[in-house]
């Protein structure tokens, strides 16, 4: 029987999939933007470089949105769910998503296509951004309640 014990199990596993992917990506970067310049005329005017700094600048702030995430998430299968550091790292995802669509959105100057992915992370940066308000909102009258007690 699916439980939230193996939903969050499952979500930590997805994670660390994630990072795997995420280390495999800066380390085949060179190797993907190369298929990418073959396949693409506007990429192959431009060449590797400026799409290769576009991902490994990205990298950081996925790497740092990954680890808050896996922290987040163990922290809820501590049973810590409405604390302060889990608005904390709600907050450092949210930015990781806006620094995402920064440099994507910057890098679409470059190439348009890049404008799509920036829309996106920037979309996801709100609503986890809407969700950390509202976890901060029951943080906060979980501590009205403790001192009413």
Known sequence: MWNESKSLT???ICVILFMAMLLACALLAP????????????????????FLATIYAGCAPAAALLACLFLLLRRISAGQV????????LRYIS???????????????????WI????????????????????AKAVSLQDEAD???
């Open 116 to 135: 799509a992915i920036g829309v996106a992370a920037a979309f996801m940066g709100l609503i986890v951004r809407v969700v950390k308000n509202i976890i």
């Open 31 to 50: 190797r993907l933007v190369a298929m990418l310049v073959r396949m693409s005329f506007i990429a192959s005017t431009l060449g590797k470089a400026p």
């Open 95 to 113: 930015w990781c998503c806006y620094i995402g669509a920064m440099i994507c959105l910057a890098s679409a100057f470059y190439y348009i296509p």
């Open 147 to 149: 001192f009413t007690i």
């Open 10 to 12: 499952l979500s930590k």
């Open 82 to 89: 409405f604390v302060r550091e889990n608005t904390a790292y």
